[in-house]
């Protein structure tokens, strides 16, 4: 180990702007920084591709809490282990992808400790947007056989926020018909790619009519665009009496109004983001019909343990919208990602000369 360990790794970081620029937008920047040697339990992972995420976005916006200037971005990551403080650690030379928080194990409620999210701050102090990490060795998972580094590193942030959300709160099951916002970003992509393995039916809503689309090829059985004020109506109409078993919302503000007119007795109308409004109101109309409103943000290992064994069962591939080759074109991911252009998750391969899409 000693002739092949690197003595340094290309980095993102993120640096308080140099510019007064209005609104914030911090810089990222690329360096070179130490590899660090390697302690009891830790294994040393060449990162082959990293997943953005619009956590990235809002920390250059200074738009989230923790940042620690200096620090390496990144939450999504995936690669091989190619190097272990233990010489005969069976994850040597294994494809694997990191798990992208830290302080929530197992309780299947909320995390166990202080909880933190790779890249950008102090808990924990590393990131994916680098040629190597050293981490923990129970830090990191087996890359399902079925998915290239590209798709693996596309996968943790989305797939196990995806999964708390549908599995764990929504507690979709076959038969189920389900409402999905937002279809285009990775997050709600994914949950229609669970939702369909679960043996649900899914509809969509987008901004974009070629979104909609693009969702109806992946097996949406319907979808509206938000955009038109009668959308709960054609909602209603495309379900043809059906009542939803629960609704996968990332915008807040009005959704439980929205949906909840199609909304079963009962059902779930879960939140892991609020785009549209930083609130959303329950009603006494919910409450007498029993209908809950939950949170939902991110999810345990255990969680992302068990998602990652369910998509390796049924080859369920991440879809991925733009590959960028090398850090150095990182600043396109940004801009792509500042429009809303994308469909599917942005992947960046970390040490690939160029760029394109």
């Known amino acids: 180990m000693a002739n092949s360990y690197p003595s340094s790794t290309k980095a993102l970081i993120i640096e308080k702007s140099t510019e007064p620029r209005q609104p914030i937008y911090h810089d990222a920047r690329i360096v070179h920084k130490p590899v660090p040697a390697l302690k009891p339990g830790e294994v040393l992972v060449k990162i082959n591709a990293a997943g953005f995420n619009h956590r990235e976005l809002w920390i250059r916006k200074g738009q989230y809490p923790g940042i620690v200037f200096g620090s390496t971005m990144g939450a999504d990551g995936a690669g091989t282990v190619v190097a272990a403080h233990d010489a005969a650690d069976e994850l040597l030379h294994q494809r694997v992808f990191l798990t992208p928080t830290r302080g929530w194990e197992t309780d299947p409620l909320g995390p166990e400790g202080t909880f933190g999210i790779l890249g950008g701050g102090a808990v924990p102090p590393i990131g994916t947007f680098s040629s190597y990490v050293a981490v923990a060795r129970d830090q990191v998972l087996r890359t399902p056989a079925h998915l290239d580094d590209v798709h ?19 507690r979709v099951q076959r038969g189920h018909t389900v409402l999905i916002t937002g279809i285009g970003g990775g997050v709600a992509l994914l949950a229609l790619q669970l939702c369909r393995a679960l043996g649900a039916r899914a509809y969509v809503t987008s901004g974009s009519p070629a979104k909609l689309a693009r969702a109806r090829e992946l097996g949406a059985a319907g979808g509206v665009n938000y955009k038109d004020k009668d959308w709960p109506q054609q909602l209603e109409k495309q379900l043809g009496g059906t009542l939803l078993d629960a609704v996968i919302d990332s915008a807040g503000g009005a959704i439980v109004q929205q949906a909840g007119r199609v909304l079963r007795a009962g059902g779930r109308i879960v939140l892991y983001g609020m785009t549209a409004a930083p609130a959303a109101q329950l009603t006494m109309r919910e409450v007498l019909r029993n209908q809950q409103l939950l949170g939902s943000t991110m999810g345990s290992k255990a969680d992302l343990q068990a998602a990652t064994e369910f998509i390796a069962e049924h080859r369920i591939v991440p879809v991925v919208s733009h590959v960028f080759d090398g850090l150095e074109a990182v600043e396109e991911g940004f801009a792509l990602l500042a429009r809303g252009e994308q469909f599917g998750k942005v992947v960046v391969r970390v040490d690939a000369a160029g760029a394109k899409l």
């Open 152 to 170: 693996a590193a596309a996968w943790p942030v989305g797939g196990v926020t995806a999964w708390r959300a549908v599995v764990v709160n929504a």
